[in-house]
């Protein structure tokens, strides 16, 4: 196949689309015959993934590398930032964590002798010598003008990587003529020539309504509007962002297996209860109501970055309480990862890894014990429920007293896995109890989700003029 230019996708925002479109564009190219591969620089999210090799990446680019057909690895993310609080991230790079930094400290890189820049361009540069075309994302808004000097994954990466550059702008937001006419006006003039078209996201109703601001927009922005992209609702892909987390459920159905998550304060790796969510018997929802844990039938403690702090706020706040009690009436619990040490009997961080609180009694629903270490477990693993083959990845820091890779005692489930959720056996062994509503078992996962990523493709050809980006792509 010839060799395409780089393409980036780009934003004017936080949430405009700019993961999911960059992972239909990876099965496009996959469909079209070439050997397309996602990267993007840096990665803010409490999502991740573990690679093959058992390193850490942010969970999009596990997503879009899956779309493209082939395995993830670091250089597809070189550098992710964990949010820890408003003002400290932990640092990810090439798969492993280099400790904790201030926003401030990161972002004018006074405190590191680490060449970030360097790092992620070389990164680049040995995965375009593998992959056609490099499919490159970047992140939030590309008009942060203060930030510009630092930025390691917009623009200046795109010139790293002499990429042709398409903006996404979400019209269901408002204000989208201003928001893309002004993300052009605010780049340099280099800068300027490097975004070659405009796709429109997240259009509700008629189409046809558009077409004068279609045309408007190209007046203005002297740039094409290459699609226009409806609202889809029929189609699901692994999200990124914690935001998404505002359109979740709320609240229980009657008639459904309810399934409470606990809307924990550093919530991660929430994608972990996407395929329960999607099974029809299943109302699955999330809240830190103690009323509505009492109701539930199924509750989840999922994963969290700061495992002490949010079981000290589960304590504050009486869910702890309703767990507890929940339990003892028989509703089955389960812990994952982080949620899974705080159904311990306790969680110890003697060394301060988390924060400031050294110590806490769990829940007391396992026996188990956990201490933070500094060290991060990250590897893909497999294991056997109820007789049958499954599989998931562990990524956590902490180490608990058993050898137990999932841990069962009466109603109560707990383990470091996740994707635990995502295998059938799991699914069924959990709404086996609940005969009133089992109307159908859960599809393959895997299955289902090859069949997202056409679906995803068939949407975007449907309204995006793919070859028209073609020809940009390999145009001198």
């Given at each position: ?7 980036m996708?780009v934003?004017?925002g936080s949430?405009?689309g700019?993961?999911?479109i960059?992972?239909?564009f990876?099965?496009?190219?996959r469909q ?6 996602p990267?993007?620089?840096q990665n803010?999210?409490?999502n991740?993934?573990?690679?093959p090799?058992?390193?850490?990446i942010g969970?999009?680019?596990?997503t879009q ?15 992710l930032?964990?949010?820890?609080s408003?003002h ?10 280099i ?9 004018r890189r006074?405190?590191s ?8 361009c070389d990164?680049?540069?040995r ?7 490099i ?6 808004s590309i008009?942060?003008?203060n930030?510009r ?13 002499k990429a042709d550059?398409?903006l ?6 408002g ?7 002004g993300?052009i006006?605010?780049q340099?003039?280099?800068?300027r020539k490097?975004?070659?078209g405009?796709?429109i ?5 008629d ?11 190209e007046e203005l922005?002297?740039?094409p509007?290459l699609?226009?992209v409806?609202y889809?609702r029929?189609?699901?892909i692994?999200?990124e ?9 709320r609240?229980?159905?009657e008639?459904k297996?309810n399934v ?5 304060r550093?919530i991660s790796?929430?994608t ?8 029809e018997?299943v ?14 039938d199924?509750?989840i403690?999922?994963?969290t970055?700061?495992t002490?702090d ?6 504050r ?5 309703a767990?507890q ?9 389960i ?15 003697p060394?301060?890894i988390?924060g400031?609180?050294t ?19 990250t590897k893909?693993v497999t294991?056997?429920?109820d007789g049958?083959k499954?599989?998931g ?7 608990s007293?058993?050898?137990?890779v999932?841990?069962?005692?009466d109603n109560c ?8 959720l995502d ?7 959990l709404l086996?109890g609940?005969t ?15 069949e ?10 449907q309204h995006v003029?793919?070859?028209h980006?073609?020809?940009i792509?390999?145009d001198d």
């Open positions: 196949m010839k060799k395409l230019h780089p393409l996708f934003g004017t949430d405009v700019k993961s999911v960059t992972a239909a990876c099965r496009i190219f079209d015959g070439y050997y397309p591969a990267f993007k620089a803010m999210a409490l991740s993934y573990a690679t090799d058992g390193f850490e969970r999009a680019q596990a590398a899956e779309a493209a057909g082939i395995p993830c690895c670091t250089d597809m993310n070189p550098l930032l964990k949010p820890q408003d400290t991230s932990q640092v990810i790079l090439h798969g492993k964590p400790g904790n930094k201030n926003a401030y400290d990161y972002w006074g405190t002798d680490i060449d970030f820049r360097k790092e992620v990164a680049f540069d995965l375009s010598s593998r992959y056609n075309p499919v490159m994302e970047g992140a939030g008009s942060e003008i930030l000097d630092a930025d390691l994954v917009n623009l200046p990466m795109a010139r790293h990587a550059v398409i996404v702008g979400d019209i269901d937001r204000g989208v003529f201003a928001s893309v006419y993300s006006a605010l340099s003039p280099e800068d490097l975004i070659k405009i796709i996201n997240k259009f509700r109703g189409m046809r309504l558009f077409d004068d601001g279609r045309r408007m927009l922005c002297g740039i509007v699609g226009v409806p889809y029929e189609i699901y692994d999200e962002d914690s935001v998404s987390l505002e359109q979740k459920r609240q229980l159905i008639g297996v409470a998550v606990l809307l924990l550093h790796n929430f972990d209860f996407d395929t329960l969510e999607r099974d018997r109302n699955l929802f999330y809240t830190n109501n103690t009323a509505d844990l009492q109701r539930a199924i509750i403690l999922p994963g970055k700061v002490l949010d079981l000290l706020e589960l304590r706040n009486g869910c702890a309480q767990i009690r929940a339990h003892r009436d028989g509703k089955m619990v812990g994952i990862c982080g949620g899974y040490q705080m159904l311990g009997l306790s969680v110890d961080d060394e301060g988390e400031s609180v110590s806490l009694p769990g829940l007391g629903l396992l026996p188990i014990h956990t201490t933070m270490t500094a060290e991060k477990t893909q294991f056997e429920f049958k499954c599989e990845y562990e990524i956590h820091q902490g180490v007293d058993t050898s137990e999932i841990l069962r005692k489930i707990g383990t470091y896995i996740h994707g635990f295998n059938t056996p799991v699914i069924e062994h086996a609940y009133a509503v089992k109307n159908g078992a859960a599809s393959d996962p895997q299955a289902f989700k090859e997202q990523y056409n679906k995803l493709a068939e949407h975007v050809r003029d793919v070859e980006i073609y020809k792509l390999t």
